[in-house]
């Protein structure tokens, strides 16, 4: 099992930034992979970032990339996202999750977090 416990949400203006953060327990982090997916009032969960294990490889849904950056720190078992930039439209419930592959990640995360609000207003 793996327990994902996420923070860092809150209200930002547009154009604003916010780092969300988090922190896993329970098996090797370094391990898993490990994704951020969104979802907003009246929509369905989608992909944002995911990062491969160590080795770090990033991948980015369109609508973020240049403007989010996932991180993570394995002696820490925190994985980030730095969310710059922000729009109205990237309003929504931020969830962190964990696979054992980033493909697998992007149709099937095996854990996930509880969630954070990201609130942008115009």
């Known amino acids: 099992q793996v327990q994902l416990v996420e923070s860092g949400g809150g209200l930002v203006q547009a154009g604003g930034s916010l780092r969300l953060s988090c922190a896993a327990s329970?098996?090797?982090?370094?391990?898993?992979?490990m994704g951020w997916f969104r979802q907003a009032p009246g929509k369905e969960r989608e992909f944002v970032a995911a990062?491969?294990?160590?080795?770090?490889?990033?991948l980015y849904a369109d609508s973020v990339k240049g403007r989010f950056t996932i991180s993570r720190v394995n002696a820490k078992s925190t994985v980030y996202l730095q969310m710059n930039s922000l729009k109205p439209e990237d309003t929504a419930v931020y969830y962190c999750?964990?696979?054992?592959?980033?493909?697998?990640?992007?149709?099937?995360?095996?854990?996930w977090g509880q969630g954070t609000q990201v609130t942008v207003s115009s």
């Open positions: 329970g098996r090797t982090f370094s391990s898993y992979a």
């Open positions: 999750a964990a696979q054992t592959s980033v493909a697998t990640m992007l149709t099937s995360p095996e854990y």
């Open positions: 990062i491969r294990r160590p080795g770090g490889s990033t």
